[in-house]
C-alpha cells in the first residue's frame, strides 16, 4: 500500500498491479518454454473462396506449461518482445512451420504457403533475411511456399528500411503479407512501394459485416485497392456464412477463420487436408 496523504491509505488492488506479478511469473516460466519443448504451433486454414479448396495456412504459436495450462500469444508474445526471448522462439516457429509445411509435402498432400508472424524485433533483427534463407535451406522448403506475415504499423516504421527488407524478400521469393490491414492506416503511399503479395483484412472489420455499414466500406475500399494493386486479400476471422457470402460478393480471394475451423494442432489440421475440398 502507498501512503496517500495523511491517514489515507491507497492500495495497489488494481488489475495493472496483478498483471506485472503474473507478468513476472510468466517470464520466468518463458525463459524455459523452449528447451522444455512447451512450445507448439497450431494451424489453420486459408481458404480460397473461388474454389473452396484450403490454399494455405497460418502458423499460430500456442505455449502449453504443464502448471499455467494454455497461455495465449496475445499474452506472452509481447513479454517475449520485452524480455528478446521472440527471437529464439520467432526462429523456432519459422524453423517449425518450414520443417511441418515440408512434411505435408513429402507425405503427398498439395503444396500450399505457410505464413508465419513475424515481431518488429525479428523483423528488424541484423541478418534476418539471412536467417530466413537458412532455414529454407535447411528443411528443403522451397521460398514460394513461405510467405512472412508483418504488421501495418512494422512496415511504417522505417520506410525506407522495410522496403529494402521487403526487396530482398521478393528477390527470394518469400511471400509476404500485411497483417491486421486497415488498423494503422497512416498512408497508403508507401504501399506501392512495398513488395508484398497480400494484404489482410483486419477481424475487427470482418465482424462488423451486417451491424456497421462505415466498416463495410472499409473492406470494400481495401478489396478494391488490393485489386489495383494486384494484390491477393485475405479476410480474417470469418465466423458466420453472411460474413462469407458479403466477402464472396465483394470478390475477397480467401477467408480465414472459425467458419472453417480454429487453429488446430498438426495432426488434426491433417485431417482438413485429406478432406480438401470440404469447405
Ligand atoms: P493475428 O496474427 O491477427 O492472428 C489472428 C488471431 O485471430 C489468432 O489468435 C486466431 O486464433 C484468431 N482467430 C482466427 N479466426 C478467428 C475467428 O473466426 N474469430 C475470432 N474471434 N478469432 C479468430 P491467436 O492465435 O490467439 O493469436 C493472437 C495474436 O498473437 C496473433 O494475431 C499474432 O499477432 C500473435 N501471434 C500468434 N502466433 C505468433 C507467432 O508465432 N509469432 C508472433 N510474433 N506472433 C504471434
Ligand atoms: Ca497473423
Ligand atoms: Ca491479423
Ligand atoms: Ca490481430
Not at 234 to 257: H, P, W, Y
Request: with cysteine; proline share 3%.
Amino acid at each position: 500500500a502507498k501512503q496517500n496523504g495523511k491517514n489515507t491509505y491507497q492500495f495497489y488492488t488494481s488489475d495493472m498491479n496483478f498483471t506485472t506479478f503474473e507478468n513476472l511469473i510468466l517470464e520466468n516460466k518463458l525463459y524455459n518454454a523452449l528447451e522444455r519443448k512447451e512450445l507448439e504451433l497450431y494451424y489453420q486454414p486459408q481458404v480460397d473462396l473461388n474454389t473452396g479448396q484450403i490454399i494455405g495456412m497460418e502458423a499460430l504459436i500456442r505455449w502449453i506449461n504443464p502448471e499455467l495450462g494454455l497461455v495465449s500469444p496475445g499474452k506472452f508474445i509481447p513479454i517475449a518482445e520485452e524480455t528478446g526471448l521472440i527471437i529464439p522462439i520467432g526462429e523456432w516457429t519459422l524453423r517449425s512451420a518450414c520443417k511441418q509445411n515440408k512434411v505435408w509435402q513429402n507425405m503427398g498432400y498439395e503444396p500450399m504457403r505457410v505464413a508465419v508472424n513475424i515481431s518488429a524485433c525479428q523483423f528488424q533483427q541484423e541478418g534476418f533475411v539471412e536467417k530466413v534463407g537458412q532455414i529454407l535451406n535447411e528443411t528443403g522448403l522451397e521460398s514460394k511456399w513461405l510467405e512472412i506475415e508483418i504488421t501495418e504499423s512494422i512496415a511504417i516504421k522505417n520506410v525506407d528500411f522495410t522496403a529494402r527488407t521487403l526487396r530482398k524478400f521478393k528477390d527470394m521469393g518469400v511471400k509476404v503479407s500485411i497483417d491486421d490491414f486497415g488498423t494503422g492506416f497512416s498512408s497508403l503511399a508507401y504501399l506501392k512501394n512495398f513488395k508484398i503479395d497480400a494484404l489482410k483484412i483486419d477481424y475487427s472489420f470482418v465482424r462488423d459485416i451486417g451491424i456497421n455499414s462505415d466498416n463495410e466500406s472499409i473492406i470494400k475500399a481495401i478489396i478494391m485497392l488490393a485489386k489495383n494493386l494486384k494484390l491477393n486479400v485475405i479476410a480474417e476471422g470469418v465466423e458466420t456464412k453472411e460474413q462469407l457470402s458479403f466477402l464472396r460478393d465483394e470478390e475477397c480471394n480467401e477467408s480465414q477463420g472459425y467458419l472453417f475451423s480454429k487453429p488446430v494442432p498438426s495432426k488434426d489440421f491433417e485431417k482438413l487436408l485429406v478432406r480438401h475440398n470440404a469447405f
